[in-house]
């Protein structure tokens, strides 16, 4: 089955730590982005990359670092200066080609941070 | 302003309503546009893409109108699995970020 994996599901790390979370996809697709979600909020564009080796910033990049090394993996380093790092990680997908700009998700990963 | 904007709600509707949401873009420019569904702590799926000449898809019917920058979902005769939030999302521009914006989203609770 074609689609987009995120783990783990649940992560709970201490104040201070870097944590990295993952979002594979095996659908082909070029672009491939990363949101926040707090409760009760809308989605929130961290990071998004349009090709391999290539990435930029969104509206909350601060704190966060990626890479994209393989254009099936594209992580997602939550650092110790992002000040309020707890919230629900979504990784999307997307083809660039004849304008289809439609997303598909993955599961999503619930960070706690305490 | 925000780029995307929604009204939150509730809305409450009985089964079998038919109930309709608008959502209002800032950007004249934007070329594509979709309205995806959450289930509560679950990711969005993206419901229809919604094109200028309007489009249905069994009970739902999308809308647009590029003049006034407004976009709308019907939903006739609502199931009780049609209760979740309904997110308005804008395509890029020609010229800017290749990503897509979301609205935050209305709430739908369909009651039996």
């Known amino acids: 089955d074609g689609g987009i994996t995120q783990s783990p599901k649940y992560l709970f790390r201490k104040e201070g730590q870097n944590v990295t979370l993952s979002c594979e996809q095996n659908?082909?697709?070029?672009?491939m982005y990363w949101y926040r979600q707090d409760p009760g909020q809308g989605l929130r564009l961290i990071y998004y990359?349009?090709?391999?080796?290539?990435?930029q910033k969104g509206d909350i990049a601060e704190g966060y670092s990626v890479s994209r090394e393989k254009k099936e993996s594209f992580p997602l380093t939550v650092t110790s200066a992002q000040k309020n790092p707890t919230a629900f990680y979504l990784c999307?997908?997307?083809?660039?080609?004849?304008?289809?700009?439609?997303?598909?998700f993955g599961p999503g990963t619930r960070l706690t941070v305490t | 302003r925000k780029e995307v904007e929604q009204d939150p709600g509730p809305f409450n509707v009985p089964e079998g309503a038919t109930v309709a949401f608008n959502c209002t873009y800032s950007?004249?420019?934007?070329?594509?546009f979709f309205w995806y569904r959450q289930d509560c702590r679950k990711e969005p799926k993206l419901l229809m893409s919604v094109y200028s000449s309007g489009n249905e898809d069994g009970r739902f019917t999308a809308q647009l109108n590029r003049a006034s920058q407004y976009i709308s979902l019907l939903i006739r005769d609502s199931k009780l699995s049609d209760s979740a939030t309904y997110l308005c999302v804008v395509g890029p521009t020609r010229e800017g970020r290749r990503a897509l914006t979301f609205g935050s989203g209305t709430r739908l609770q369909v009651q039996p």
């Open positions: 950007n004249s420019a934007s070329q594509s």
């Open positions: 659908l082909n697709h070029d672009a």
């Open positions: 999307a997908s997307s083809r660039r080609d004849r304008g289809r700009y439609e997303q598909y």
């Open positions: 990359s349009q090709i391999v080796n290539d990435f």
